[in-house]
């Protein structure tokens, strides 16, 4: 039976401060994780939203690259298509353009899925990249400090996609997905795996997001229609960074742009 979520959402007017916005979480987060533990294992999404923060971290101009604890920080990926590490539509990618070439990072912090290897065995390689640096014992679960996660206006989260296998999936750290939708098959952090970090949250903009964003929330359970569902963090609390257009459909927010939701079931 799930248990109650309290989901704290902040608002901001439009793409260019929610980018802002999330270069300060995850620095805060990151800081928050190496004041604590000594270093901030963090696992990041792909998108065009994310690009934006990923952008204004890398830069030495803006503030939040003199903050950011690089030299603590372990980077991780939620999910990635199975396609090779320069592929236009990899994640990896995707994060190497906007920030690894620009921030000092070593190899040894960055844990990129192996998205050229066959489904199965990429999935199986992060899974024992886990294992290996997390410590992980028999059935242990890895505790990330920070997952960041979109949603597609399907209601698909990392790639669990509606009526797929990742959603049924409690047994693994890493799965391979296919998605029928995508013709294709896609490695992604099961959502077990997900709910066990100690901070997760939505980086969602656009109104494109609006309606599914309010029926994940708002609207009955039904994961395998919503997959974001699935994502109840066990620490009781789900933080939203949106913009207006995603938060549209959402209660109103405080004077700061801020709301909550407490959901029972």
């Known amino acids: ?106 190899d040894a912090q960055i844990h990129r899925m192996e998205g050229e290897l066959e489904p199965e065995a990429a999935a199986a390689r992060y899974e024992s990249e886990l294992r290996n640096e997390f410590r992980l014992e028999g059935a242990e679960t890895p505790v990330f400090d920070l997952i960041a996660l979109g949603m597609g206006p399907d209601g698909h989260t990392a790639s669990i996609f509606p009526s797929t296998e990742a959603i049924y999936d409690l047994t693994h750290l890493v799965t391979a997905n296919h998605v029928p939708q995508k013709d294709s098959y896609r490695i992604t952090l099961t959502w077990p795996v997900i709910n066990q970090a100690r901070s997760v949250f939505f980086l969602l903009g656009g109104a494109d997001k609006a309606s599914v964003l309010k029926e994940v929330l708002l609207g009955p359970r039904d994961p395998d229609r919503l997959p974001s569902q699935l994502i109840r963090p066990a620490g009781g609390i789900l933080t939203l960074l949106l913009d207006r257009g995603a938060a549209a459909e959402l209660p109103t927010t405080d004077r700061d742009g801020r709301g909550r939701i407490e959901r029972e079931q």
């Not at 979520?5 to 800081?31: C, G, H, K, M, N």
């Not at 923060?53 to 030495?60: G, K, M, N, S």
């Not at 372990?74 to 353009?97: A, G, I, Q």
Request: proline share 9%.
């Open 1 to 106: 039976m799930p248990f109650p979520l309290t989901i704290d959402y902040t608002v901001v007017d439009d793409s260019r401060a929610l980018a802002e916005l999330a270069a300060s979480y995850f620095v805060e987060q990151a800081e928050k994780a190496v004041a604590a533990r000594g270093m901030a294992r963090i696992a990041i999404s792909g998108g065009s939203t994310p690009k934006a923060a990923f952008e204004l971290l890398a830069d030495p101009l803006r503030p939040w690259f003199a903050r950011m604890p690089w030299s603590r920080i372990h980077l991780f990926w939620v999910d990635d298509r199975c396609v090779p590490p320069t592929h236009p539509d990899s994640n990896y990618r995707m994060t190497s353009e906007a920030l690894l070439r620009h921030v000092p990072l070593a």
